[in-house]
C-alpha cells in the first residue's frame, strides 16, 4: 500500500519593508516572511484537486496586507495575527508563520539621529516563529547570525587522541562563533519587545563574562542562565558554529606570536547544539 505522509506548503522568503512615518522621523521594519499550512490537503497531490489549496500567491498578499494594521508592534504579534487568520480556513490544521526581522538603525549626524537616513545593522537578526493550531497558539522567539568573540577565557583541552589528533590542547584560545539561540515561551501572551530584549541582553551578559572550557559548556552555561532569570522561557535550543582562528606561525621571520596574530577561517567549522529546557519539578 502506498499512501501520502506529513506535507505541508506555502509561500518562503516574502520580501517586506514598511516605512512608518511619524513627526520624529521614520522607522524601518524590514522582514523576511514564510507562510506554511498543514492540514486537509491530501486530494490536490494524489488527484490533482485544489479546491481546498489556499494559493500561496494569496498568502503573499496577505502578509503585505497584515503589515498595514499588524506591524506597529512586535512582530510575534504581526506573525501570530498572519497564523491564526490562516487558520480560520476550516482545512487547515495548522499554520506557522516564520518572521525574520532585519535590523536598521538611524544614521548618526553630529550626535543626532537622522529622520531618514538609516544604515543596516550588524548585531543579528530577529526571528519569531508563530505556530496556530485549533488547541492553541505557540510562539518562539530569538536571534539569528549573532556574530561574538572571546579573546581570552576560552580553553578546550582533555579531548581523546589517536593517529588522526593533531589539535594541541589550549587553556587560553580566541574563540568566536556566530549564534542562533531560539527560545520558546510558555505563554503567547507577554511583552514580547521587552522579553525579546531582556533575553537577548542576558545571552550577551553571560558570554561575555564566563570562563569556557568547551563550546558545549557555553552552550550550558548561556542555556541555563536565560531558563533562571526569565520565567517566560520554557526551553531554548542554542547552535554556535566555532569559527575557528588559528595562531599564525611567524617563526620563519624571525617573529614570536604569543596569540597576536590569527588568520580567520569559517569552512571547516565545528558545529554545537543543544537544547536545554525546564525539567519536571
Known amino acids: 500500500m502506498i499512501e501520502l505522509g506529513a506535507n505541508r506548503y506555502g509561500k518562503a522568503a516574502i520580501r517586506l519593508v514598511r516605512v512608518a512615518r511619524g513627526p520624529d522621523g521614520d522607522q524601518v521594519r524590514d522582514l523576511t516572511v514564510a507562510i506554511a499550512l498543514e492540514g486537509a490537503f491530501e ?3 494524489t488527484d490533482g484537486d485544489n479546491a481546498l489549496v489556499v494559493a500561496t500567491d494569496t498568502m503573499k498578499n496577505t502578509a503585505y496586507a497584515f503589515a498595514k494594521d499588524h506591524l506597529d508592534g512586535p512582530i510575534e504579534d504581526y506573525g501570530r495575527a498572519l497564523a491564526e487568520h490562516f487558520l480560520e480556513a476550516p482545512q487547515v490544521d495548522i499554520a506557522t508563520v516564520n518572521v525574520r526581522a532585519h535590523h536598521w538603525r538611524a544614521i ?3 550626535g543626532t539621529p537622522a ?3 538609516f544604515v543596516r545593522g550588524g548585531e543579528g537578526t530577529r526571528v519569531a516563529t508563530i505556530t496556530a493550531a485549533r ?3 505557540s510562539v518562539e522567539a530569538g536571534v539569528d ?3 561574538v568573540m572571546k579573546t581570552t577565557r576560552s580553553a578546550f583541552s582533555g579531548f581523546p587522541r589517536d593517529r588522526y589528533t593533531t589539535l594541541p590542547e589550549t587553556d587560553d584560545r580566541l574563540m568566536a562563533t556566530k549564534i542562533t539561540a531560539i ?3 510558555g505563554s503567547p501572551d507577554l511583552d514580547a519587545d521587552a522579553t525579546f530584549l531582556a533575553v537577548r541582553t542576558s545571552l550577551m551578559e553571560v558570554f561575555a563574562d564566563h570562563d569556557s572550557p568547551s563550546v558545549q559548556t557555553s552552550i550550558w552555561v548561556m542555556a541555563r542562565a536565560i531558563l533562571e532569570r526569565h520565567d ?6 542554542m547552535v554556535l558554529p566555532n569559527l575557528h582562528h588559528w595562531l599564525v606561525d611567524l617563526s620563519p621571520f624571525g617573529l614570536t606570536n604569543d596569540r ?3 588568520v580567520a577561517t569559517t569552512e571547516p567549522h565545528g558545529l554545537i547544539e543543544a537544547t536545554v529546557r525546564r525539567g519536571e519539578a
Request: net charge negative.
Open 108 to 110: 548618526d549626524v553630529a
Open 260 to 262: 597576536e596574530i590569527y
Open 183 to 185: 527560545w520558546r515561551y
Open 115 to 117: 529622520r531618514d537616513a
Open 43 to 45: 486530494a490536490a497531490h
Open 145 to 147: 547570525d549573532l556574530v
Open 135 to 137: 488547541g492553541g497558539t
Open 232 to 237: 517566560e522561557v520554557e526551553a531554548i535550543r
